[in-house]
C-alpha cells in the first residue's frame, strides 16, 4: 500500500500552519487562540477538510469541525488536537495531530473501501492557558465544564473577555456546554501529539502510548520571616524567610525523587522574596509548587510530606508558614481498550513503542471523560516543547503516524 500521501500532506500541513503566527528568527511562533494567527491557521485546515470532502462548521465554542459524510451509522471516529501555541511557542505542539487527522482521512479515502462509520477531525479551540489563564477550553466547552458565565469571567492580559473574542470569531458564548460530546455518537477518539518531554528522545522508542494523563496539585507556600538588616542583624537572632524557603524547596524536591518511581513528579516554578535588596534579610517568601502524577495517593503523600518538612523547617527557624490552595485535579486514565489496540499494531508493525503517562495536560484528558479515547506520544527533539526550539525528526513521527492510521482503520471497519 502506497502510505506517502496522508503523511507528506501532514507535513505540509504543519508547515502552512506554522508559517501563522511566525515571529523573527529564533522566537518561534505566536499563535495565540482566537487572534489572527489562529484565524488563519483555521483557514488552512478547513481549507484541507473541504478539498477533502468533509463538511466543515464551527461549534458554539469555535471548536473547528470537518465531518466525512457516511453512509455508514454511527458511532464514529474523532481525530483532534489544537492549533494555539503558545507566545513563542513550536511548530509541531498540537498542530501535528490536526494535521496528522486530516492526512489520515486522505490515506482512508485513497484506500478502496469507504469508511463504515462516521469519520470526524476536530482542532479545539484555546488548548494553550496562555491567553486567557484557561487551559483545554474547547475540549472543556464539550465535556460540561464550561458555561456562558466562565465565557464572561475569563479574560486575557488586555481585558478583551473569552465572551467577546469567541464572538469575534462567530461562536455563540451563550451557548457554550449545551453541545456535549456522547459515547453514542463516538466510539473513538484518536490524538496524536509530541511528548513535549525527553523519554521516547533518550529511549529510541517510537511511540509513546499513554495511560494517563498526571494531574496537577498546586499551591502556595508563604513564608513570613522577620524582615532586618543585613549588616546590624547577628546570624543567631535572624528569622531569615529566604534561607527557609531554600530548604523548602529542596523538600519539594525530595519529595518528587522518593514518589518518582510512581512517575510523580514535584517542583517550585516560582520563588518571590521580598523586598529583594541585597542589604536585607528578607522577610517575606512566596513559594508556588506543582506536583503532579498519575496516582492519587502518591500526589497525596508529596503534598502530606512536602507540608510536614515545612512546618518543621519554619518552626526551628520561628517562620511562620501558610498554604493557599490553589487547584487538585485527579488524574485521567486514557481508555485501555484503545491503548491495547495501539499497542498491539506497533508490535505487528515492529515499531519502538512504550506505555508512558502524560505529564502535561492535553484536550484527550477532557475527551476521555465522554468518549474512549487513546493518546499517542511521537517524539520531540531532546523533549523540548513550548519553545522556539521545539523540533521533530519526521522519520521518528513517521511510525506514530502509520499507527494512528491503522488504529483509525480498524475503528472505521469494524
Ligand atoms: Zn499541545
Known amino acids: ?191 496524536l501529539h509530541i511528548e513535549q518531554g525527553p523519554v521516547l528522545d533518550k529511549t529510541g522508542d517510537d511511540v509513546g502510548i499513554v495511560g494517563a494523563v498526571a494531574a496537577p496539585t498546586r499551591f502556595m507556600l508563604e513564608l513570613e520571616g522577620v524582615q532586618a538588616h543585613s549588616g546590624a542583624c547577628p546570624m543567631n537572632l535572624r528569622h531569615d524567610a529566604l534561607t527557609a524557603a531554600a530548604e523548602v524547596i529542596l523538600a519539594v524536591e525530595a519529595a518528587g525523587q522518593a514518589e518518582a518511581k510512581y512517575g510523580s513528579v514535584a517542583t517550585v516554578g516560582v520563588c518571590e522574596c521580598l523586598p529583594g535588596a541585597m542589604n536585607v534579610v528578607p522577610g517575606h517568601v512566596t513559594l508556588k509548587v506543582d506536583l503532579r502524577g498519575i496516582h492519587s495517593e502518591s500526589i497525596a503523600r508529596m503534598r502530606s510530606q512536602v507540608m510536614a518538612k515545612a512546618v518543621a523547617i519554619c518552626g526551628a527557624r520561628g517562620i511562620a508558614c501558610q498554604l493557599t490552595p490553589y487547584s487538585s485535579d485527579e488524574p485521567v486514565a486514557m481508555d485501555e481498550g484503545l491503548a491495547a489496540l495501539v499497542e498491539r499494531i506497533c508490535r505487528e508493525q515492529g515499531v519502538k513503542h512504550r506505555r508512558m503517562p502524560s505529564g502535561a495536560g492535553h484536550d484527550a484528558m477532557f475527551v476521555a471523560e465522554r468518549i474512549p479515547s487513546a493518546l499517542i506520544f511521537v517524539p520531540c527533539r531532546d523533549g523540548v516543547s513550548h519553545s522556539p526550539k521545539e523540533a521533530i525528526d519526521w522519520s521518528r513521527v513517521r511510525p506514530g503516524y502509520e499507527v494512528l492510521r491503522e488504529a483509525v482503520r480498524e475503528r472505521l471497519f469494524l
Open 1 to 191: 500500500m502506497d502510505t506517502s500521501a496522508g503523511f507528506q500532506r501532514t507535513r505540509e500541513l504543519v508547515g502552512a500552519v506554522a508559517a501563522c503566527g511566525r515571529n523573527g528568527p529564533g522566537h518561534g511562533v505566536s499563535r495565540l487562540a482566537l487572534t489572527e494567527p489562529d484565524r488563519q491557521a483555521r483557514e488552512i485546515i478547513a481549507g484541507e477538510m473541504r478539498k477533502l470532502g468533509m463538511t466543515v462548521r464551527m461549534d458554539a465554542c469555535c471548536n473547528l469541525w470537518g465531518n466525512l459524510p457516511s453512509t455508514g451509522k454511527g458511532p464514529g471516529v474523532l481525530i483532534g488536537s489544537h492549533l494555539d501555541s503558545v507566545p513563542e511557542g513550536g511548530d509541531f505542539d498540537g498542530v501535528l495531530g490536526v494535521a496528522a487527522g486530516l492526512g489520515v482521512v486522505r490515506d482512508i479515502l485513497d484506500s478502496t473501501r469507504p469508511p463504515a462509520h462516521p469519520l470526524s477531525v476536530v482542532a479545539f479551540t484555546s488548548e494553550e492557558s496562555s491567553r486567557f489563564s484557561m487551559a483545554c477550553i474547547g475540549s472543556k466547552s464539550l465535556t460540561g465544564h464550561l458555561v456562558p458565565e466562565d465565557a464572561r469571567r475569563f479574560h486575557d492580559a488586555r481585558g478583551e473577555t473569552l465572551e467577546e473574542a469567541l464572538r469575534s470569531f462567530g461562536g455563540r458564548p451563550e451557548m457554550l456546554g449545551q453541545e456535549t460530546l456522547s459515547s453514542g455518537d463516538w466510539a473513538a477518539y484518536f490524538e
